[in-house]
């Protein structure tokens, strides 16, 4: 059978094999279900346990510039950092599908300039689909990239490339004019061929709406239930980055805190010299320790 398939895994029959989620399915769950389940991750070892934690797709996305590089927001992110996280991401991943974020100004100057950079991301991050921000204004650009064989996932509503303009990371399309933009937006990007589109920080029935209105699936965050899937950032679902508590962001584990707590007791059991013990030493019969 044709299609990518990954070999066995630690703990799996030798022969298994695990086969790719691919672009046809991920549109085909938009009818026959059921919700796409997709997070983002930045490094091989993250990559590996959502992968094994059975999340459909995988976002390498320019939220890094938060949530791994410590920015107040994502517009410094290159493409050249997105290149190296997804290509760590994808060397972790057997199933999940692996989509890599267009960073801020790397799409929006020309239809070659944007389908350029989506070509770096795929030969040199090993992604599989790109995701970029923008509506009606960025369907030539889509269109041209998808021209070239590359799977495009579009992003509307909140968009956090444009936070300046937007003055702060606002919930989106309120206003039925809004609404009504945000709908045309959806259509035009999927009449560009995007195969897929997030729809973050918009009103639950307005999320509707726009998932009635295309044929390709949404996937939204901070956008309701009624999307055909459901994307969250894992610092945010693991509880790992304490800073903000968006309303949208569900807390899966406290992970966060579980680090704390472990670097505690490390760093307690190092200056008291309970650690290394024999059991952590290598063929060391009798140590003598340094208390401080
Ligand atoms: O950069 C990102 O992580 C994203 C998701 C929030 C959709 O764009």
Known sequence: MYGRETPAG???APGAFVRKVTVPEIRGRKAAGPPIAMVTAYDFTMGLLVDEGGADVVLVGDSLGMVVQGLPNTLPVTIDEICYHSRAVARGL????LVADMPFMSFQLSAEDALRNAGKLMKEGACEAVKLEGGAEVAPHVARIVSAGIPVMGHIG???QSVHAMGGFKVQGKQEDEADRLIRDARALEDAGCYSIVIEGVPADVAGRITEAVAVP???IGAGPQCDGQVLVCYDFLGMFRGLRPKFV??????GDAVVEATRAYVDEVRAGAFPTEAHSFGIKAVARKTA
């Not at 057997?94 to 599908?97: C, F, I, L, Y």
């Open 10 to 12: 630690a703990g799996e």
């Open 94 to 97: 057997r199933r999940a599908h």
């Open 158 to 160: 909140l968009l956090p």
């Open 218 to 220: 949404t996937i939204g």
């Open 250 to 255: 569900k807390r899966y584990a406290e992970l």
